[in-house]
Nanobody, 123 residues
Framework: VQLVESGGGLVQAGGSLNLSCAASASMYAMGWFRQVPGKEREFVSA????????TYTDSVKGRFSISRVNAKNTVYLRMNSLKPEDTAVYYC????????????????????WGQGTQVTVSS
């Protein structure tokens, strides 16, 4: 299974970016994590296939929006009102099997990962 991300780049603070991630197989849960040098990878957002339930880390609530098109095995992350602290490498993650909503934010439950895409927000 492969996850291919696209859409990162450089944007000024207050701007917007769209990320997308296409999986080569159907995923039950798909999510986004991010990492800055010297820090652990952190959860950003996730969505499950059934019912489209979503979850976000507190720091992006109201600014980021996750969505997916199941027929395309693709997940999107719309990032608005970007801040310099959003600068990171963003990774797409996927899990084929069922996963309780309780665990959607936990990195260790995802089986597949993309290569990462850099998002840089300038002040």
């Amino acid at each position: 299974v492969q996850l291919v991300e696209s859409g990162g780049g450089l944007v000024q603070a207050g701007g917007s970016l769209n990320l997308s991630c296409a999986a080569s197989a159907s995923m039950y849960a798909m999510g986004w994590f991010r990492q800055v040098p010297g820090k652990e990878r952190e959860f950003v957002s996730a969505v499950r296939r059934s019912g489209g339930g979503t979850t976000y880390t507190d720091s992006v609530k109201g600014r980021f929006s996750i969505s997916r098109v199941n027929a395309k095995n693709t997940v999107y992350l719309r990032m608005n009102s970007l801040k310099p602290e959003d600068t990171a490498v963003y990774y797409c993650a996927g899990r084929g099997a069922f996963l309780s909503d309780t665990y959607l934010s936990m990195e260790r439950f995802y089986n597949y990962w993309g290569q990462g895409t850099q998002v840089t927000v300038s002040s």
